[in-house]
C-alpha cells in the first residue's frame, strides 16, 4: 500500500521568504509523486510531477521539488514567496504501471502574509 | 482553464435523494477520473474510466455509480444521500489510462441537508 503524508496542515511564510512544504511518502516500489495546489473554488492544478528521471523536478511558478529516495521525501520549495503563491497545497503518488489513481496527503494551506 | 468542464457548480438536496453529476473532459482525452473531497476524507479516488469502459475502482460506495458515454463524457451518480456525502466532486481527464497528466475540473459542490 503507498500513502502520503504532508507535515503541517499550515505554513506561514512572509512575501519574499523561503516556501517549504514537506511530503513523506511510503511505497513498496518507487512511485511517481505529484505536487498539485488548489486555489479557493477552484480545481487542482498540476505544479510538478516526478516519473523517475531528474531527481530535481522543477515546475510552474518558480516551484521546484527534489525527489529524496533515501528520506522517502518529496518536498516542494520556491525560494521567494508570493502574495498569489497563498493556495492549498497537495502531494500525491502513484505506482508505475498503474491507472491514475492518485493517493493524495491530506493537504498544507499556505499563506502568505505581507 | 483546465478545458474540463463540470456541471453543476453547486447542488443542495436532502438526505434520501439522488443526484447526478456531468463531467466533459478535454478534447481529445479517453479517461475520465471522479474524485471525492470531503474535510474528513480528504481528497479520494472514486472510479475511473477509459473510452467507455470501466478501468479502476477506488474507494467508491455501492451507493455510488458512474458510467462514461460514446461522447465520452462521465456522469456519477449519487444516491440515498446522506449528510457524510457532503463534498466537492472533481473529475479529471487524461489522454491515456495511465501515467499521463490528468486534468482537474473545478468541481461540483454536493451540500446534502
Known amino acids: 500500500a503507498q500513502s502520503v503524508t504532508q507535515l503541517g496542515s499550515h505554513v506561514s511564510v512572509s512575501e519574499g521568504a523561503l516556501v517549504l512544504l514537506r511530503c513523506n511518502y511510503s511505497s513498496s516500489v518507487p512511485p511517481y509523486l505529484f505536487w498539485y495546489v488548489q486555489y479557493p473554488n477552484q480545481g487542482l492544478q498540476l505544479l510538478l510531477k516526478?516519473?523517475?528521471?531528474?531527481?530535481l523536478v522543477k515546475g510552474i511558478n518558480g516551484f521546484e521539488a527534489e525527489f529524496k529516495k533515501s528520506e522517502t521525501s518529496f518536498h516542494l520549495t520556491k525560494p521567494s514567496a508570493h502574495m498569489s503563491d497563498a493556495a492549498e497545497y497537495f502531494c500525491a503518488v502513484e505506482l508505475p504501471g498503474s491507472a491514475r489513481q492518485l493517493t493524495f496527503g491530506s493537504g498544507t494551506q499556505l499563506t502568505v502574509l505581507p | 482553464d483546465s478545458g474540463v468542464t463540470q456541471t453543476p457548480k453547486h447542488l443542495i438536496t436532502a438526505t434520501g435523494q439522488r443526484v447526478t453529476l456531468r463531467c466533459s473532459p478535454r478534447s481529445g482525452d479517453l479517461s475520465v477520473y471522479w474524485y471525492q473531497q470531503s474535510l474528513d476524507q480528504g481528497l479520494q479516488f472514486l472510479i475511473q474510466?477509459?473510452?467507455?469502459?470501466?478501468?479502476a475502482k477506488g474507494n467508491i460506495l455501492e451507493r455510488f455509480s458512474a458510467q462514461q458515454f460514446p461522447d465520452l463524457h462521465s456522469e456519477l451518480n449519487l444516491s440515498s444521500l446522506e449528510l457524510g456525502d457532503s463534498a466537492l466532486y472533481f473529475c479529471?481527464?487524461?489522454?491515456?489510462?495511465?501515467?499521463?497528466?490528468?486534468?482537474f475540473g473545478q468541481g461540483t459542490r454536493l451540500t446534502v441537508v
Open positions: 474510466y477509459y473510452n467507455g469502459e470501466e478501468r
Open positions: 479529471a481527464s487524461s489522454v491515456g489510462s495511465m501515467n499521463t497528466e490528468a486534468f
Open positions: 516526478y516519473t523517475s528521471a531528474a531527481t
